[in-house]
């Protein structure tokens, strides 16, 4: 590489980095979804240590460092490398219009240093402050700054052999889904396999590290326990330890594992970035499907079709219920310890699963996903409400699959009929007051501006309001099976009844609000707005 493509680098990552945060300062919510993340992950999160690091900070003055917890620090801190070097190549974030450009105007090796070298420092900035206030605890319990500068000297070569080393696994990624030409529902099959598969073994190996079962396993059978113990025995000679070879090693590895997983990377997103063939993923037939006669009746349930069958061809358009996925793999990985769980918890979980899905699979930002279609949209239609009720009733149809198709025949396998009944007829009242509900966030908080998630560049939902909603579905709901519950074993009491009123009246003002509200902000939307 040469030195004018490094400094051609540098000059891309300051425009990135500059136009980022004028994107942040310009945009109030975001500004301050920005403050309460730097607080509380920043802050309160590391604050959940003190104990735990205080102690750490005392033994490491203690004259013998305790080699096993500080290879657990350094085996914490390569985690944190690869997730943020994984998540950096592959949810790429890039600002502005001006990829054509960029690419024909510097070489692609500047390219992916300027694109690397702003990613990274972004993410650093996140981990930046808990780390400070990590590093000050250790400043506190030694009593002398000594001890908090060898872990950041110890911890630092493996940190950034972590980060280069996720980067070229996320980049690698990237590569091999281009290869191998699958459709994107073949992609998220695989996806979703490999993620669940690593987060049940995961699973199964917390009781035996944990000794909740018979096989003799530790932490430090789990972790590169001696290496990294080795090494750690370099860093803290001089506090007493005694320095052993492999940790020497273990260090001269870490340092060069950072250049060759460089030039990786490098070769690797420089071939993405000019590969002709493009993403292959979707489904690029045209062919039109008729409407079946069970969603022709109405406007709105011809809509609902058209977005089922768009997303039937680009599961893109959906890639925001990666959240929904991932929490539904936590449950899943529990019923590897507890499988009796599938029949006391799973109709419940379908049904909140379904709720979440009704207004989170196309309510969440109406407006944002059809961004290329709003001029035509708000010039030809009179209101929106057909679009809304459309989207609605593409979400219920989904949710419902999940809450009824799951829900009840798990229920019929340990319930008695009268709860299975009760979940059924909840079922789609909570669906229909989910998706209203979905409907009002996604007109509080409109997204309108394309951004890149999970190698996907779209209007993504905003992630305070996505947040929010799933949360929020996950309480509302919970309340409903209790109230079911409660009223299949007690019977029908006054105070049941009371509690059904008022159930039911705050799910159907925040439904049919929501829906209101959002009819009346995007009849008025014009697009000067957008």
Request: net charge positive; with cysteine; hydrophobic share 50%.
């Amino acid at each position: 590489m040469q030195r004018s493509d490094l400094r051609d680098g540098a000059v891309l990552a300051r425009t990135e980095l500059r136009a980022q945060v004028r994107r942040i300062v310009g945009n109030r919510r975001q500004l301050i979804g920005v403050v309460v993340g730097m607080l509380s992950f920043g802050l309160f999160f590391p604050l959940t240590f003190v104990s735990p690091v205080l102690d750490f900070a005392a033994g490491l003055v203690s004259g013998d460092p305790p080699l096993a917890r500080f290879g657990t620090v350094l085996a914490s801190a390569v985690t944190v490398g690869l997730y943020f070097g994984g998540a950096t190549a592959i949810n790429q974030t890039r600002v502005g219009k001006i990829g054509p450009l960029v690419r024909t105007s510097i070489p692609p090796e500047a390219v992916v240093v300027g694109r690397l070298a702003s990613e990274v420092l972004q993410a650093t900035v996140f981990a930046l402050v808990p780390a400070v206030v990590l590093l000050g605890m250790l400043v506190v319990g030694a009593g002398t700054p000594l001890p908090a500068l060898l872990v950041v000297l110890g911890t630092l070569p493996l940190l950034l052999a972590g980060l280069m080393v996720g980067r070229t696994l996320g980049a690698t990624v990237r590569y091999l889904g281009l290869l191998s030409r699958l459709s994107a529902w073949a992609k998220a099959l695989v996806l979703i396999v490999v993620a669940g598969g690593v987060f049940l073994a995961i699973q199964a190996a917390i009781p035996a590290v944990m000794g909740e079962s018979d096989v003799s396993l530790s932490l430090s059978a789990l972790l590169p326990g001696a290496p990294l113990q080795a090494y750690a025995s370099v860093i803290t000679a001089p506090l007493g330890a005694t320095v052993r070879p492999l940790g020497v090693a273990v260090g001269l590895a870490a340092l060069l594992t950072v250049p060759l997983a460089l030039a990786t990377t490098l070769r690797l997103e420089s071939a993405l970035l000019f590969d002709d063939r493009g993403d292959q993923s979707g489904d690029q037939r045209t062919v039109s499907r008729a409407v079946p006669r069970l969603l022709a009746a109405t406007p709105s349930t011809r809509i609902a079709w058209r977005y089922l069958l768009r997303t039937r061809r680009n599961p893109k358009l959906v890639s925001h219920l990666s959240m929904v996925l991932f929490g539904g793999l936590a449950f899943v990985g529990s019923l590897v310890t507890q499988p009796d769980l599938l029949t006391a918890l799973g109709p419940g979980g379908a049904l909140v699963a379904g709720s979440v899905l009704a207004g989170a699979t196309y309510c969440l930002n109406p407006m944002g996903d059809d961004r290329d279609q709003l001029p035509l949209l708000l010039t030809s239609t009179a209101s929106t409400r057909h679009l809304l009720r459309g989207r609605v009733l593409g979400g219920i149809i989904v949710g419902g699959v999940v809450a009824l198709g799951l829900g009840v025949p798990l229920g019929l396998l340990g319930d008695p009929p009268l709860r299975v009944l009760g979940r059924t007829l909840l079922t789609p009242v909570v669906l229909l007051a989910a998706a209203g509900t979905a409907l009002g966030i996604g007109a509080v908080v409109p997204k309108f501006e394309r951004s890149e998630y999970m190698n996907v560049e779209r209007a993504h939902p905003s992630t305070v309001g996505m947040l929010s909603y799933f949360f929020g579905t996950m309480i509302v709901v919970g309340a409903g099976l209790v109230l079911v519950w409660l009223t299949v074993d007690r019977g029908p009491g006054s105070f049941l009844i009371g509690g059904w009123i008022v159930y039911l009246a705050v799910i159907a003002t925040t439904g049919i609000g929501g829906y209101a509200y959002a009819v009346r902000k995007f009849d008025r939307l014009t697009m000067d707005e957008v």
